[in-house]
Every structure is written in C-alpha cells, then in structure tokens.
C-alpha cells in the first residue's frame, strides 16, 4: 500500500498528503477517546469514594473558653 502511495506521489502528491491529514485526524480522536476515556474513569472512582465512606464516628467534645 505505501508503495503505491509512493509511486502515486511522484506523480501527485495529493494521495500522500490525504494519507498524512487521515492519519493525524486518527491519532486526534484516538487523543481525544483517551482523554474522555481517563476522566470517565476518574469521575467513577470519586463516586465510589464517596459511596464506599464510612460516616464518622469520633467526636470532639466543645470546650469553651471562659
């Protein structure tokens, strides 16, 4: 396949050129999917936390000053 995109680009170098702006689109959405993917993640596991504590059981006595 590169071959061929090799020899079409002697001849045209807008096959090439379509190659190389498919391939950064590819690697900007697949970015893009890692990203959303990591805060997806992040935001299940803040749930969790927050679902999984134990309420708190230890009680400061009130002192008041005088």
């Known amino acids: 396949?590169?071959?061929?995109?090799?020899?079409?680009?002697?001849?045209?170098?807008?096959?090439?050129?379509?190659?190389?702006?498919l391939n950064v689109i590819v690697a900007l959405c697949l970015v893009a999917l890692s990203v959303l993917l990591g805060i997806t993640i992040a935001m299940i596991a803040w749930a969790h936390t927050l679902a999984?504590?134990?309420p708190c059981t230890v009680r400061v006595e009130r002192r008041t000053v005088a």
């Open 1 to 21: 396949m590169s071959t061929l995109l090799f020899a079409l680009m002697r001849e045209n170098p807008l096959p090439g050129l379509a190659a190389a702006s």
């Open 52 to 54: 999984a504590r134990q």
